[in-house]
């Protein structure tokens, strides 16, 4: 029995050009996505469908730091898929008292070939007075980062998941995604997390974080059921189950 663990999206597919079809596959090998996102892009691809098999975070216990501002923590890879600058952008068009009372945290590492985006990153990060890269971090000041921030923000232009956005649902935080994310598909806009589709609709969900956010905590607690329910090892060995892995 061969168990294939899909993390790519159909863009991500298309640009290697190298995925073979499923349907050419002997019954000894089944094929799952890491979300919605990867199994509607098979399908899209090849008529094929395959199941969906999220990756399971094990929780943390939250330890909440009080602040004056307003924190949002974005972890991922300083890559143009992962959408730094839209969200740089966003941040540049705050009106001037929301700068004042809000303060982003990037964290990631460069990858090969992506150097003159990072480069072109670090500029404007340099010209925000509400912004600061603290560069690579290890996954213990990555969670510290999680317990002391407000909100964690994945602006990716394609991204299968991401990771950092159940995290952040799993610290009970307020999260931002965009609709070409993976847990876009399962987030309600909103309701149990925040998913923007262009600049000006990052921008509005921005300043109502930062303007009311003590008021919306029910949103962050119910991104935390969605973890709970969908992310959480628990969750994710019941589906296993239910597919006779265990």
């Known amino acids: 029995r061969v168990v294939w663990w899909l993390h790519e999206t159909r863009q991500q597919l298309e640009t290697e050009g190298n995925m073979l ?17 990867v199994k509607r892009g098979i399908k899209d691809m090849f008529g094929y469908a395959i199941g969906i098999l999220p990756i399971p975070i094990a929780e943390k216990k939250t330890l909440n730091s009080e602040h004056e501002k307003t ?11 992962k959408g730094q600058d839209i969200l740089l952008k966003a941040i540049s068009m705050l009106p001037d008292e929301m700068m004042t009372r809000s303060k982003f945290v990037f964290c990631g590492y460069t990858l090969p070939g992506q150097e003159d985006y990072y480069k072109e990153i670090k500029k404007i990060i340099q010209r925000l007075p509400n ?24 602006p990716s232009r394609v991204d299968s998941n991401p990771a950092s956005i159940v995290e952040g649902m799993m610290f009970k935080k307020f999260v931002i995604a965009s609709a070409d994310t993976g847990i876009a598909y399962y987030i309600k806009d909103c309701e149990n997390g925040f998913v923007f589709n ?33 992310f959480s090892p628990d969750a994710v060995r019941s589906l296993l189950e239910s597919e006779g892995f265990v």
């Open 21 to 37: 079809n499923p349907q050419l596959f002997s019954d000894n090998i089944k094929i799952y996505g890491v979300s919605e996102a």
């Open 198 to 230: 262009n600049e000006d609709e990052l921008l509005k969900r921005l300043m109502l974080i930062i303007s009311d956010g003590n008021s919306l905590w029910q949103i962050a607690g119910a991104g935390y059921e969605l973890y709970k329910n969908r």
């Open 131 to 154: 912004v600061e890269d603290i560069g690579c971090i290890s996954r213990e000041e990555v969670y510290k980062w999680y317990s002391e921030c407000d909100c964690v923000i994945a």
């Open 71 to 81: 924190v949002f923590f974005i972890p991922a890879a300083y890559s143009y898929i």
